[in-house]
């Protein structure tokens, strides 16, 4: 027996919303015990993406906006949303250009993730972005954000602190430390 297949079977699927950005999907099934029970699955329509900007004296850069879903503000590394199927750092570019006014010429995949994967499908993809430069800033008509540029250290402390919490931005901020720890960055 593959310890890997899945155990789950569907019996049957209802979709219950769907939106341009998420389709909410329940399912009747039997579970792995062999019980039957439900399990709801949020499919995102878009890849999460994230950008660590970070300049030659370990600056980084944060967006700061009221997080609706959460009613709270975050602070977090410029992330969007990327067509699925369209190649994730064509968003990454247009994304941090929308959100900061800033262009890279360098860009390195940082890390892959699932974000939530107990109750939906949304993959997330971080770059690290360097050799900056200063262009104008075009922010979507939804977003009202502030731009902070910190010392790298500083927000490594937000994380460490609880002061950011936005998953992407946690993760990413952990792994350029390590890359840091390792010498694998400048």
């Given at each position: 027996?593959?310890?890997?297949?899945?155990?789950?079977?569907?019996?049957t699927e209802k979709k219950v919303y769907d939106n341009p950005w998420i389709q909410l999907t329940e399912?009747?099934?039997i579970n792995p015990g062999g019980g039957k029970g439900i399990y709801g699955k949020v499919h995102f329509k878009n890849t999460a993406?994230?950008?660590v900007v970070l300049d030659e004296n370990r600056n980084i850069w944060l967006v700061g906006q009221f997080r609706f879903t959460i009613?709270?503000?975050s602070w977090e590394i410029?992330?969007?949303?990327?067509?699925?199927?369209?190649?994730p750092l064509v968003g990454a570019k247009r994304e941090l250009l929308e959100e900061t006014g800033l262009v890279a010429k360098h860009w390195e995949p940082l890390l892959k993730m699932h974000l939530s994967n107990s109750v939906s499908d949304e993959l997330a993809v971080?770059?690290?972005?360097t050799d900056l430069t200063q262009k104008t800033?075009?922010?979507?008509?939804?977003?009202?954000?502030?731009?902070?540029k910190l010392p790298f250290?500083?927000?490594?402390?937000?994380?460490?602190?609880?002061?950011?919490?936005?998953?992407?931005?946690?993760?990413a901020v952990y792994k350029i430390k390590l890359m840091l720890l390792k010498g694998k960055l400048k």
């Open positions: 027996m593959n310890p890997e297949a899945n155990p789950w079977k569907i019996i399912f009747d099934v993406i994230g950008v009613d709270q503000y410029p992330e969007g949303g990327g067509l699925i199927g369209v190649d971080v770059y690290l972005a800033a075009e922010p979507e008509e939804t977003e009202q954000l502030q731009i902070k250290e500083k927000v490594y402390e937000m994380v460490e602190q609880e002061l950011i919490t936005d998953s992407m931005t946690v993760a």
